[in-house]
């Protein structure tokens, strides 16, 4: 998993979270028909960093809830830095609820190991699981919708800039952060549809050499 390899800071998490939303909200509005498998091993990171969806499928519309889902379970593995299918006997379930049975009271344990427990990323990470906890109850119906999931992780995001702008290291990325905002409702779909466009091309070479055969 990249996040064990790479080992980015929250915020790098958290902006990747955010770019991993826009491009859902875009498949949603212009491709509802492509289907994903969305899980930490499927999101790639170009050169950029900027990560990409992968392992597109043609598939029924699935459910905004089924989505949401999804999301939660990846966003609690970037928290945790666990895998939910080699870790827990149960896969995602297992894992959503090893979450619940530690959360709010023992949410250090929840934490990446990787990290300092400081006050402020103690607050970050809590805010995160929250948030990932609320999207993957699918008991009461009340799941956030995408674009309510974008807003929570923004405020998240402008909160970790807040604070390394306190402590004097963040003006650069406040900079970054307002040239990313500007430009990622045409740069970020760009880069989920040249992807889309390279699984297509792949599948069709796929289904063309079965014909041929």
């Known amino acids: 998993m990249w996040i064990s390899r790479l ?5 790098h998490r958290v902006k990747v979270l955010m770019r991993v939303v826009e491009g859902m909200r875009y498949l949603q509005e212009e491709w509802p028909e492509v289907g994903y498998d969305l ?6 990171l170009a050169e950029d960093r900027e990560p990409l969806i992968s392992r597109f499928r043609i598939e029924d519309q699935s459910s ?3 989505k949401a889902y999804k999301f939660g379970v990846l966003l609690l593995e970037m928290v945790t830095n666990r895998s939910p ?3 827990f006997e149960r896969g995602e379930a297992g894992f959503v609820e090893w979450v619940r049975m530690h959360f709010p009271k023992n949410v250090c344990s929840l934490i990446d190991e990787k990290k300092k427990r400081t006050e402020h990323t103690l607050d970050q990470a809590t805010r995160s699981i929250e948030l990932g906890l609320m999207c993957t109850d699918m008991s009461r119906g009340m799941q956030p919708r995408l674009d309510q999931i974008f807003e929570k992780l923004t405020a998240i995001y402008n909160s ?11 003006c650069k990325e406040k900079e ?4 990313d905002i500007s430009n990622q409702n045409e740069a970020y779909p760009c880069k989920i549809l040249a992807n889309i466009s390279y699984a297509f091309e792949f599948l ?7 014909i041929n055969d």
């Open 64 to 66: 905004c809830n089924k």
């Open 39 to 44: 899980k930490s091993s499927s999101i790639l």
């Open 85 to 87: 299918r080699k870790e």
């Open 176 to 179: 970054q952060l307002d040239t």
């Open 160 to 170: 970790i800039l807040a604070w390394h702008l306190q402590t004097g290291r963040g």
């Open 204 to 210: 069709m070479r796929v289904m063309n050499l079965h």
């Open 7 to 11: 080992d980015p800071p929250w915020k």
